[in-house]
């Protein structure tokens, strides 16, 4: 199989792998056992928090590692909203399902705002201006969009954000490792398996002073904020994930930018769905006019690439964020998505889009 769907999901790095074995075997204590096999857990787990907030390019605040990066976005939304009698929120149309569904369960108590972007993918900044106020909560943006691969202006954001006294969330899921972390946003949400970590973990960074309330109640284990076992497994993956994109970051982005200097010269006859300029360019959204995508997906055998986002292909509903760009759901429908990165060979990939092509052109 040639992989395309680094959207979706990474490959488990080799060093990864090592680092998480001894805590699949002998090594199974409880991290938050008091005993000595449970402290040598515990001490992983704190190595792990330092190699994220490291990769993160953070010395101070807390970072508190969750179940998903999806737990993350549920904990920091929920738990902000209504604070010092602040209960409204503002987001943007392209955000992935797990904050923009979280925002329409609070908006059965609470105040939205749901910004459109234009037909390049980005919210115009005086627009998010002017929907901020003395009651915002808080605003939430996506660095690097998922589907599209589109940056958000995040640190503007962010500091209007803070011209009106509200908190800014940034979804950093598809940016760690490959684009620079905003420095103003207060919480930040990642995951390991984005980055070739573990599945099933991620974590969720606080500001100083920025206290979500909790979303999971119990014992407290995670600095008193957050309850549940933690996994030292999970988290010495994560930190070993986090380790590497200190050293890989530099070839990563190399390796990525050659492959999308040859991809989007072998797709030129392919429509791109989203700004060309800002944009990370290991996520390739195409369109073809008159395409069949899914039929499409079953006639290019041994090849992963999506439709859109993995969380949503099986709904049968055009792309949420396709449909913001001001496209039809034909031409959505007519959207593929190609994604890759460090482990992806020239080579491979130039095949993968032949074949793609190819098909495409058949139909």
């Known amino acids: 199989m040639i992989y395309l769907d680094y959207q979706a999901t990474t490959p488990l790095a080799p060093e990864v792998e090592a680092a ?11 991290p938050h056992a008091p005993y000595t096999a449970g402290r040598e857990a515990a001490a992983t787990v704190e190595v792990a928090r330092k190699q ?106 962010a500091s209007i954000a803070h011209e009106a006294g509200a908190l800014m969330l940034c979804d950093a899921v598809q940016g760690l490792g490959r684009i620079a972390v905003p420095e103003q946003a207060d919480l930040i949400a990642i995951s390991a398996h984005k980055v070739h970590g573990p599945k099933a ?21 995670e600095l008193g904020l957050r309850s549940g076992t933690l996994s030292p497994a999970l988290c010495a993956g994560f930190g070993a994930a986090a380790s590497l994109i200190a050293e890989r970051a530099p070839a990563d982005h190399d390796h990525v930018e050659s492959l999308w200097e040859m991809a989007h010269e072998r797709m030129r006859d392919w429509t791109l769905n989203g700004s060309a300029a800002q944009r990370y360019h290991g996520n390739l959204n ?55 990165g460090r482990y992806t060979t020239a080579d491979e990939l130039a095949e993968a889009l032949d074949r793609i092509d190819t098909a495409a052109k058949a139909q």
Do not use: Y
């Not at 605040?61 to 904990?75: D, V, Y």
């Not at 606080?206 to 284990?221: F, N, R, T, Y």
């Open 20 to 30: 998480m074995a001894p805590w699949l075997g002998e090594k199974f204590a409880n």
């Open 52 to 157: 994220v907030m490291r990769a993160l390019g953070k010395t101070s605040g807390r970072l508190a590692f969750t179940g998903s990066a999806t737990e993350a976005l549920n904990w920091a939304l929920k738990g902000s909203v209504g604070r010092e009698g602040r209960d409204e929120i503002v987001t943007i149309a392209t955000e992935h399902a797990a904050v923009l569904d979280t925002v329409q369960f609070l908006g059965s108590t609470h105040k939205v705002h749901i910004l459109p972007v234009d037909h390049e993918g980005i919210v115009d900044l005086d627009a998010l201006r002017a929907a901020v106020g003395p009651r915002t909560a808080l605003v939430a943006a996506m660095l690097v969009n998922n589907e599209i691969g589109v940056l958000q202006p995040v640190d503007e954001i």
């Open 201 to 221: 973990i991620g974590a969720l960074w606080m500001a100083d002073s920025v206290e979500p309330a909790p979303l999971i109640h119990g014992g407290g284990q």
């Open 286 to 340: 195409l369109r073809r006019d008159g395409l069949d995508a899914a039929r499409l997906m079953s006639e290019v055998r041994g090849v992963a690439f999506s439709l859109g986002s993995a969380c949503a292909s099986g709904s049968g509903r055009p792309s949420h964020v396709l449909r913001a760009l001001g496209l039809s759901d034909r031409e959505a429908r007519s959207s593929i998505r190609i994604g890759f």
